[in-house]
């Protein structure tokens, strides 16, 4: 972690008042964005006004989704001392329009038991992206899940069928059904889903502090709910379930309810390629 240092916002000791604050942030500062700050054990955070989680050595995650607003505040507040308040400029995303056609229409307009299903499903995923445990994997440094050609970006506003519909909050990577997924980070297994409606084979692990990473379309899921899991290791595989039009994985990254872009965090794709593991095999 914080190999990527912004200059901008690096304030290794910021004074404030008699007091150095010290606060680090690593990351991108665009919409989408997660970033990972240090400050000194003991020291709160506020995003915004809001507490944010602290863990006991003074890290932490803030998260900034597809449409946020692009000021911030963050605010350092020592256990005694002046605080430290920074602006946060988030810089703006150019998202691209994406027109997917040859899914199955029943995925794009959906009948009445389908609705309910798809319901019943949404509030499953949204309980375990809300999970706050202590973990502290979110530190560490991500990894592709899968490498291989990237074959759809996060935010795109999709057409499917020609028809408008939510934005994709995913990274995608085309790879053959069955190619291993791994996790890009530790974690425990928060959901384990055989066959959602739109995302099919669905696995979500939580990476700690309201940070976890879901992958969706699996064709098959080699972990369990409540399971422990190392970076690295191989977790399901990939597929072309639900609502895809051939394998491929899609990658999401959330903080608590914002769904963010794992590209903020994983090493940067090389030729419209992820590098990551299994990118070859066939
Ligand atoms: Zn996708």
Redesign the pocket.
């Known amino acids: 972690m914080f190999r990527k240092i912004l200059a901008t916002l690096c304030l290794a000791c910021v004074a404030a008042g008699a007091v150095a604050v010290e606060l680090e942030l690593d990351g991108q500062l665009t919409q989408g964005a997660l970033i990972r700050g240090q400050t000194a054990p003991g020291n709160q955070v506020l995003l915004n006004g809001e507490p944010v989680k602290v863990t006991e050595q003074g890290l932490f995650a803030i998260g900034f989704g597809r449409d946020a607003a692009l000021e911030h505040e963050l605010e350092i507040v020592p256990e005694d001392g002046q605080p430290l308040m920074r602006k946060l400029k988030l810089s703006p995303r150019d998202y691209e329009i994406q027109r997917v056609e040859g899914v199955p229409q029943r995925t794009v307009t959906p009948d009445e038991s389908s609705l309910a299903r798809i319901r019943e499903e949404a509030a499953q995923v949204r309980q375990a992206r809300a999970t706050d445990s202590a973990r502290t994997d979110f530190t560490g440094d991500f990894i592709w899940p899968v490498g291989g050609r990237i074959?759809?970006v996060y935010g795109s506003q999709r057409f499917y069928n020609g028809e408008p519909r939510t934005p994709?909050?995913?990274?995608?990577v085309a790879r053959p059904a069955g190619t291993p997924v791994v996790a890009p980070a530790g974690g425990v297994v928060t959901l384990a889903h055989p066959d959602m409606f739109y995302s099919g084979g669905t696995l979500l692990i939580d990476h700690g502090f309201g940070v976890s990473s879901t992958f969706?379309?699996l064709s098959e899921i080699l972990v369990e709910e409540g399971q422990e899991v190392s970076q690295g290791e191989n977790v399901a595989r990939v597929g072309a379930t639900g609502r895809?039009t051939g394998p491929?994985l899609?990658w999401r990254i959330n903080w608590y309810g914002e769904r963010l872009d794992p590209v903020t965090v994983a090493p940067p794709i090389v030729d419209g390629h992820a590098p990551g593991p299994n990118a070859e095999q066939e």
């Open positions: 074959s759809g994709h909050y995913g990274i995608d969706l379309h895809a491929h899609d």
